[in-house]
């Protein structure tokens, strides 16, 4: 567990060949000077994963319009999500896709009037005054009082959160109004889900619920719960789509797996060619 933030799954990496450490949840990384100071800075730090923050949050607000704003001007961004296959820009202003840039975001929150020390309590900057979604596209979870980002590069830290809980399924209040519900691990599988017309998917951000996600489909009552994880070559993604059907099972809930040909995720699948009849026809395997 990550000695940094609040962790309910195991998610910090130490490599000791190298003495260096990085979070998967939180997203803080670095050699042992950082880390000490970090753990200096624990108690303060654990205090800030366990505060709920509440919408309005001004200071997020204020980061989310800024992120936004950015697209506008870095055709990266843009690149990348064309890469991704997500091209609709009704899709990207529904999401309120932003990118951080860098170097700018302390900045413009300082003339605001947020000193940097609240910016850092915040996870937004690290301790040296840089951006820590630096180069990453930025999607506003607003209702958990949190920010996820994810890397242009293939590094290490491609998955970023602010510290604090993702709070529940992305898209829900919206999939109450269907029949289905379509549950997917990754905002890009979602968007290209959205783009193709599954406006009943929902993104768990991850492969593990929380408990108040696990609480929201085991309300379900009478609607399946149809589970498209990735189908990783490594077999992640199958195992977890393997327990939360049996969870959801065990609490009366109709939920099919959906097998995806292998290698791939909902959102690679579309962005190979394929359509919303393609997917009609993936398999479903037999509840267990």
């Known amino acids: 567990m990550c ?13 000791r060949r190298k003495q260096m450490f990085y979070c998967h949840g939180c997203g803080r990384g670095g050699g042992l000077a950082q880390l000490v ?18 919408p309005p949050d001004k200071l997020l607000d204020q980061t989310y319009h800024f992120y936004e704003r950015q697209m506008a001007h870095f055709q990266e961004a843009w690149a990348y999500l064309a890469e991704r296959g997500i091209h609709d820009p009704a899709i990207v202003q529904r999401m309120r896709i932003g990118y ?12 605001l009037g947020y000193p940097g020390q609240a910016l850092c309590e915040r996870g937004l900057i690290d301790l040296r005054g840089r951006d820590a979604f630096f180069r990453c596209l930025t999607f506003p979870l607003p209702e ?29 209040e919206q999939a ?5 519900v379509v549950l997917v691990e990754g905002l890009f599988d979602l968007a290209a889900l959205w783009q193709a017309g599954f406006d009943d ?25 149809y589970i498209w994880f990735d189908a990783d070559n490594n077999g992640s993604g199958p195992r977890a789509a393997h327990r939360l059907s049996e969870q959801l099972r065990l609490a009366g809930v109709e939920a099919l797996r959906v097998a995806l040909p292998p290698g791939h995720d909902p959102n690679s699948f579309l962005a190979a060619g394929a359509t919303a009849a393609d997917f009609q026809r993936c398999p479903e395997r037999a509840r267990p």
């Open 144 to 172: 958990a009082g949190n920010l996820y980002g994810r890397s242009l590069t293939h590094g290490l830290c491609r998955h970023r959160f602010l510290p604090g809980s993702k709070g529940g399924l992305y898209g829900w």
């Open 201 to 225: 998917a929902v993104a768990v951000l991850g492969a593990h619920l929380n408990h108040l996600q696990l609480t929201q489909l085991c309300r379900m009552g009478a609607r399946a719960v």
């Open 3 to 15: 000695p940094l933030h609040r962790d309910s799954h195991p998610s910090f990496y130490v490599n």
């Open 37 to 54: 100071r970090l753990l200096d800075l624990c108690g303060e730090l654990h205090a800030l994963a366990a505060t709920v923050y509440s």
């Open 176 to 180: 109450l109004g269907f029949p289905r």
């Open 100 to 111: 951080a840039p860098g170097a700018c975001l302390r900045g413009y929150l300082a003339r």
